[in-house]
Nanobody, 121 residues
Framework: VQLQASGGGLVQAGGSLRLSCAAS??????MGWFRQAPGEEREFVAG????????YYADSVKGRFTISRDNAKNTVYLQMNSLKPEDTAAYYC?????????????????WGQGTLVTVSS
């Protein structure tokens, strides 16, 4: 499956952005968002099960970010509120091939190209 992420941009601290990830086909498994800041390793941000009934987050974004999916549109979203400068990174969506709620990048088989989020202070 091919994934296309969009919605990144420049925003001031405290602002909001919504990222979208459109899949080329139906993904009946866990999908997730990861991010990678310059000079840092890629880190898990949020994940969601096929039905949307299970969502899970990194501690650093819990309470500020919300992941959701619209399976009729083959699209996953990441609503990001109360953004902080430390949220600045390239954000990647990814699709797993299981419904295990993994936080490990190696458990996700398909990746989008990344969309850049820059939060100014």
């Amino acid at each position: 499956v091919q994934l296309q992420a969009s919605g990144g941009g420049l925003v001031q601290a405290g602002g909001s952005l919504r990222l979208s990830c459109a899949a080329s086909a139906t993904v009946r498994y866990t999908m997730g968002w990861f991010r990678q800041a310059p000079g840092e390793e890629r880190e898990f941000v949020a994940g969601i099960s096929w039905t949307g009934g299970t969502t899970y987050y990194a501690d650093s974004v819990k309470g500020r970010f919300t992941i959701s999916r619209d399976n009729a549109k083959n699209t996953v979203y990441l609503q990001m509120n109360s953004l902080k400068p430390e949220d600045t990174a390239a954000y990647y969506c990814a699709a797993s091939e299981s419904n295990y709620p993994s936080r490990r990048a190696r458990d996700f088989a398909s990746w989008g190209q990344g969309t850049l989020v820059t939060v100014s202070s």
